[in-house]
């Protein structure tokens, strides 16, 4: 009988290949810059938390030098607070930096937040947003830390 690779063996050789795809260079008119890698993860469902049960984020190019960046945090239950705190981050070549204020966007005595923000973006860069969903109940706090897709602001 012929050994077979183990699953993992063949889910690490996939990932890695997709995730040298990610780092394909891009032309700019300033030289060569590396592309940062792309994670796409529009929703998440929350196992093993308290609170938390499932948060939505993205991003969209509003195409005059600002993004709008929308959110949704949903709790099992009602809950004291419920949110996100969101930072914009800019690429800037091998890192994401943290740019412009983050905003703390929340509801209170709900067990969903729906909200967004309007960030200013320098064209040609790449984009993209940390956001943490996060509920606190009775003192007690759950967030998890999540990213919207990336965009190169036009």
């Given at each position: 009988?012929?050994?077979?690779?183990?699953?993992?063996?063949?889910?690490?050789?996939?990932?890695?290949?997709?995730?040298?795809?990610?780092?394909?260079?891009?032309?700019?008119?300033?030289?060569?810059?590396?592309?940062?890698p792309?994670?796409?993860?529009?929703?998440?469902?929350?196992?093993?938390?308290?609170?938390?049960?499932?948060?939505?984020?993205?991003?969209?190019?509003?195409?005059?030098?600002?993004?709008?960046?929308?959110?949704?945090?949903?709790a099992?239950?009602?809950?004291?607070?419920?949110?996100?705190r969101?930072?914009l981050?800019?690429?800037?070549?091998?890192?994401?930096?943290?740019?412009?204020a983050?905003?703390?966007?929340?509801?209170?005595?709900?067990?969903?937040?729906?909200?967004?923000?309007?960030?200013?973006?320098?064209?040609?860069?790449?984009?993209?947003?940390?956001?943490?969903?996060?509920?606190?109940?009775?003192?007690?706090?759950?967030?998890?830390?999540?990213?919207?897709?990336?965009?190169?602001?036009?």
């Amino acid at each position: 009988m012929k050994p077979t690779k183990p699953i993992a063996y063949s889910l690490l050789s996939a990932a890695l290949v997709l995730g040298a795809a990610s780092y394909a260079p891009v032309a700019h008119a300033d030289g060569l810059v590396k592309a940062p890698p792309q994670v796409i993860q529009p929703y998440s469902n929350y196992n093993g938390y308290t609170y938390l049960m499932s948060a939505t984020r993205s991003m969209i190019d509003n195409k005059n030098q600002t993004f709008s960046i929308a959110f949704t945090t949903q709790a099992k239950t009602l809950v004291n607070q419920i949110g996100a705190r969101i930072q914009l981050q800019r690429w800037n070549g091998s890192t994401w930096v943290n740019v412009d204020a983050q905003a703390d966007l929340y509801a209170t005595n709900d067990f969903l937040a729906q909200k967004s923000v309007v960030k200013s973006v320098q064209s040609g860069s790449y984009y993209r947003a940390s956001v943490v969903h996060y509920v606190i109940q009775a003192g007690m706090m759950e967030q998890v830390q999540e990213y919207t897709n990336l965009l190169m602001a036009t």
